[in-house]
């Protein structure tokens, strides 16, 4: 190694020491300005969106599994027409839970294989309505329901109407005209009924039912009253992508929506009994702040991109969704992971200098393609592997941590980049390409 790296390992030693001075060098060596939000709000946001289910991190818990909704009967509850279109244009339907779904940005047979195999698969074979109470066109109990509904003050909970941005107590539950397209009429039967039953704990009281048995006389009939209240606004309406898609797409199948559920790690978040156990299946975000620059972070985190062009076709469909960030969240994402996700040896390498940049990078591009990197990586349209695209990996990548990981991938990602044996004036010159413009 040159004896440009030497403030590297004195910072490396300072470090250690807990030094002020090393701290300096390693922010000298970041080479970007430090990203302007708010770690701590970026940490809690990073545990209400529940990262942790596919990433590694340090240090960090989520409840997410108990802000998602169970889906082992998902196929009960909503309709296919409205959860088509969810699936495509992910909305909140209870803004006071910090759980947000993702956007995996599906495409139309993708998201037509997730509702089928919901529709199919993910359904109560034991679930009856009694045929006199079964949903009937017209809804003719909405009039009474209305009547009940004020009766039983369901608006304390369930707005019914759509409110301002302002999220209020009784936003926790899902708004009534949200409903009314949403959910299939003879589930929510079932659900009024008894919910205890369908969801043991949940907030919703059981009013009618308790131990299967009815709580008075009629109650069968004012359930089916407040339902039809409920249902009446949206009867009519329906999404008609999902009936197109179907009609383009006849080939897909419930079996290639639950292959897709699972590769998007969706029992991760979501309980689904009849799915395996979900596992972290996205790189490790440990050393994160080192490793990107909190720019191009904060810029990923608002709109997700392919980094590894072919990875996303090998592994059936895994990929980073958009969670519909609010303006400065991602900046604090950011601000948290070069806080506290972040690794100090990387840090402290210093970058060539600009006079030295031009025969480094020469020399990193025989190095890089006498090793076949491109056999993994794609450069510009070259076709690669299952590596990441490094066509314009220098607004993404941090120098140090490219430096490092060059000569040790097993020490910073789960990963099936081999070990390269570089040398440590190799490394720097590989780095330097990666980092470079390409030609």
């Given at each position: 190694m040159s004896s440009r790296s030497n403030p590297a390992s004195l910072a490396t030693r300072l470090l250690a020491a807990g030094c002020c001075a090393a701290l300096a060098l390693a922010s000298l060596a970041r080479a970007d300005a430090?990203?302007?939000g708010d770690p701590e709000k970026g940490r809690a946001l990073i545990a209400d969106l529940g990262c942790a289910v596919c990433h590694t991190l340090r240090d960090t818990q989520t409840k997410i599994r108990k802000d998602a909704p169970d889906l082992t009967f998902e196929g009960d509850r909503v309709r296919?027409?409205?959860?088509?279109?969810?699936?495509?244009?992910?909305?909140?339907?209870?803004?006071?839970?910090?759980?947000?779904?993702?956007?995996?940005?599906?495409?139309?047979?993708e998201a037509l294989a997730l509702v089928e195999f919901?529709?199919?698969?993910?359904?109560?074979?034991?679930?009856?309505?009694?045929?006199?109470?079964?949903?009937?066109?017209?809804?003719?109990?909405?009039?009474?329901?209305?009547?009940?509904?004020?009766?039983?003050?369901?608006?304390?909970?369930?707005?019914?109407?759509?409110?301002?941005?302002?999220?209020?107590?009784?936003?926790?539950?899902?708004r009534l005209e949200q409903a009314s397209r949403r959910l299939d009429p003879n589930w929510l039967f079932r659900w009024i009924r008894d919910p205890q039953e369908l969801a043991p704990g949940v907030t919703m009281p059981s009013l009618f039912y308790s131990d299967g048995e009815a709580?008075?006389?009629?109650?069968?009939?004012?359930?089916?009253?407040?339902?039809?209240?409920?249902?009446?606004?949206?009867?009519?309406?329906?999404?008609?992508?999902?009936?197109?898609?179907?009609?383009?797409?006849?080939?897909?199948?419930?079996?290639?929506?639950?292959?897709?559920?699972?590769?998007?790690?969706?029992?991760?978040?979501h309980p689904v009994r009849s799915l395996p156990a979900a596992k972290p299946l996205a790189p490790s975000l440990v050393?994160?702040?080192?490793?990107?620059?909190?720019?191009?972070l904060a810029s990923f985190l608002e709109r997700p991109h392919v980094i590894k062009p072919e990875y996303g076709i090998l592994s059936g469909g895994t990929r980073m969704p958009?969670?519909?960030?609010?303006?400065?969240?991602?900046?604090?994402?950011?601000?948290?992971?070069?806080?506290?996700?972040s690794d100090a040896e990387s840090d402290a390498v210093i970058p060539p200098a600009a006079s030295e940049l031009r025969d480094l990078r020469e020399r990193g591009r025989g190095i890089f393609y006498?090793?076949?990197?491109?056999?993994?990586?794609?450069?510009?349209?070259?076709?690669?592997g299952i590596g990441p695209d490094l066509t314009r990996a220098g607004e993404r990548l941090r120098y140090g941590w490219v430096y490092r990981f060059v000569q040790n991938p097993s020490a910073f990602l789960t990963t099936r980049m081999p070990d390269l044996n570089l040398t440590p004036d190799e490394a720097r010159a590989v780095a330097a390409y990666v980092l470079g413009p390409k030609e």
């Open positions: 430090p990203s302007v296919p027409d409205w959860l088509y279109r969810f699936l495509r244009e992910p909305e909140r339907l209870r803004p006071a839970i910090k759980g947000r779904m993702p956007d995996f940005r599906l495409l139309e047979p919901v529709r199919e698969g993910l359904r109560d074979a034991s679930a009856t309505v009694p045929p006199e109470y079964r949903f009937k066109p017209g809804a003719p109990g909405a009039a009474e329901g209305k009547k009940k509904a004020e009766t039983y003050r369901c608006v304390q909970c369930h707005a019914d109407a759509p409110r301002a941005p302002k999220v209020e107590a009784n936003d926790l539950a899902p709580n008075f006389d009629g109650a069968d009939q004012v359930i089916a009253d407040l339902r039809d209240y409920v249902i009446a606004p949206g009867e009519t309406h329906r999404f008609p992508e999902y009936d197109e898609a179907r009609k383009r797409y006849p080939e897909i199948t419930a079996a290639d929506g639950r292959r897709l559920m699972v590769a998007l790690n969706c029992a991760g978040c050393t994160e702040g080192s490793r990107v620059k909190g720019a191009w958009g969670f519909a960030l609010e303006p400065g969240e991602a900046a604090d994402i950011a601000a948290y992971m070069e806080r506290a996700l006498e090793r076949r990197c491109t056999d993994c990586h794609r450069i510009h349209e070259e076709p690669g």
